[in-house]
């Protein structure tokens, strides 16, 4: 399956990936790769340079050299973003195996999936997704695991006010993720 998902950073982002196919492109045209210990290493470097970058005002050339690599681990794991509402939205280059996976990815770069508030939020999304080369699925903030058909943001408990989704859907009986 192509999981794509929407999530938000620190000012709000979302993110896309899937490394089945990834891998399947690659092996045809690249020499062999481990886009898991890539995407994980590049994780690992980014939380470390944010941290760094939490404890510093750029005011030295060690904290803007920092935030250079920031922005080129950013540059190599999204597609560029979307700045809605002083939120930024991204879309990762890479996939995710599961929405457990995703969550945690999201936490890692200090946010979380994309909670869609309200209509004009869904369409600023929607159209962020269909101007996205190669995204044609994504996954929110939502579950009904709590209780069946009852949809909430799993970071705040909060109700999810928009629910627009494709006929057939939700399709996912049992996973409880939007």
């Known amino acids: 399956m192509h999981l794509m998902l929407i999530i938000v950073l620190s000012s709000l982002q979302l993110a896309s990936c899937n490394y089945e196919e990834a891998a399947v492109q690659c092996r045809s045209n690249c020499p062999m790769l481990d886009f898991r210990y890539i995407v994980d290493t590049l994780l690992q470097q980014q939380r470390e340079l944010c941290r760094y970058q939490?404890?510093?005002n750029?005011?030295?050339?060690?904290?803007?050299?920092?935030?250079?690599?920031?922005?080129?681990i950013s540059a190599l794991l999204f597609h560029p973003p979307l700045i809605y509402?002083?939120?930024?939205?991204?879309?990762?280059?890479f996939p995710y195996?599961?929405?457990?996976e995703a969550m945690t990815y999201c936490t890692a770069f200090g946010g979380y999936l994309a909670e869609v508030n309200d209509i004009d939020e869904y369409t600023a999304l929607q159209n962020f997704v269909l101007n996205t080369s190669s995204v044609d699925i994504v996954?929110?903030?939502?579950?009904?695991?709590i209780t069946e058909g009852t949809w909430r943001f799993q970071r705040t408990g909060e109700l999810v006010p928009i629910l627009d989704w494709c006929p057939?859907?939700?399709d996912n009986l049992g996973e409880e993720i939007a």
């Open 168 to 170: 057939g859907q939700p």
């Open 54 to 56: 939490c404890l510093t």
């Open 97 to 100: 195996q599961s929405s457990e």
């Open 139 to 145: 996954l929110i903030a939502g579950s009904d695991a």
């Open 85 to 93: 509402n002083n939120r930024k939205y991204v879309i990762s280059k």
């Open 58 to 72: 750029f005011s030295d050339d060690l904290a803007e050299t920092l935030k250079g690599h920031i922005e080129a």
